[in-house]
Nanobody, 126 residues
Framework: QVQLVESGGGLVQAGGSLRLSCAAS????????MGWFRQAPGKEREFVAA????????YYADSVKGRFTISRDNAKNAVYLQMNSLKPEDTAVYYC???????????????????WGQGTQVTVSS
């Protein structure tokens, strides 16, 4: 099991950009698929993006496709979420998660993953 710590959240105006980072502990990071999820106040947690163990496969929620990019650096035990053209509806706590399984299209509905971070707040003002 890996330990995950997110960073990079903050307050940004609509149309702006942020880059979230998720640092993972442990020597087996490269064997994990990684995902980003978010939860807005009063709403259920939702899937944002996922990347497989070597970065060769990615999957995005329709709501962020073309605006967000997930990437990873296994040498640094890190996964990133570059968020461009941010909208007020992107406001949420963003969580990274890790699992040894790659779910493909099922990332959008998966609920139980191996490890979760504590989250980082992203607020987009209009």
């Amino acid at each position: 099991q890996v330990q995950l710590v997110e960073s990079g959240g903050g307050l940004v105006q609509a149309g702006g950009s942020l880059r979230l980072s998720c640092a993972a502990s442990g020597r087996t990071f490269s064997s994990y698929a990684m995902g980003w999820f978010r939860q807005a106040p009063g709403k259920e947690r939702e899937f944002v993006a996922a990347i497989n163990w070597n970065g060769g496969s990615t999957y995005y929620a329709d709501s962020v496709k073309g605006r967000f990019t997930i990437s990873r650096d296994n040498a640094k035990n890190a996964v990133y979420l570059q968020m461009n053209s941010l909208k007020p509806e992107d406001t949420a706590v963003y969580y990274c998660a890790a699992d040894r399984r790659w779910f493909g299209y099922a990332w959008a509905v998966v609920t139980s993953l191996n490890s979760w971070g504590q989250g980082t707040q992203v607020t987009v003002s209009s």
